[in-house]
């Protein structure tokens, strides 16, 4: 099992920048791949980045191209979200994900969520 925290979320205005963490401890070595999703109210959970934890091949949905980018510190266990450019439409409960190669996300590890607003 791999357990999973998130730290860094908060209140912004348009246009400002945060930083989330995810901090991953237990069977670490087993993780192939680690992600962020975001669920806003009254939306279903989305996609928004995720990284090969040993290659450290990047993916992003493309409605954060360009404004956010996703980093792992591996001696850390540690994957990282720097989010720029905010616009009140990336307000969401944004939580990460850690998954084991061929195993889809919701089969995977998840953490409990940080909230992230952002204010017009």
């Known amino acids: 099992q791999v357990q999973l925290v998130e730290s860094g979320g908060g209140l912004v205005q348009a246009g400002g920048s945060l930083r989330l963490s995810c901090a991953a401890s237990?069977?670490?070595?087993?993780?192939?791949?680690m992600g962020w999703f975001r669920q806003a109210p009254g939306k279903e959970r989305e996609f928004v980045a995720s990284?090969?934890?040993?290659?450290?091949?990047?993916y992003y949905a493309d409605s954060v191209k360009g404004r956010f980018t996703i980093s792992r510190d591996n001696a850390k266990n540690t994957m990282y979200l720097q989010m720029n450019s905010l616009k009140p439409e990336d307000t969401a409960v944004y939580s990460c994900?850690?998954?084991?190669?061929?195993?889809?996300?919701?089969?995977?590890?998840w953490g409990q969520g940080t909230r992230v607003t952002v204010s017009s």
């Open positions: 990284i090969i934890w040993s290659g450290g091949s990047t």
């Open positions: 237990g069977r670490t070595f087993s993780i192939y791949t």
């Open positions: 994900a850690a998954a084991r190669n061929g195993i889809p996300w919701s089969s995977g590890s």
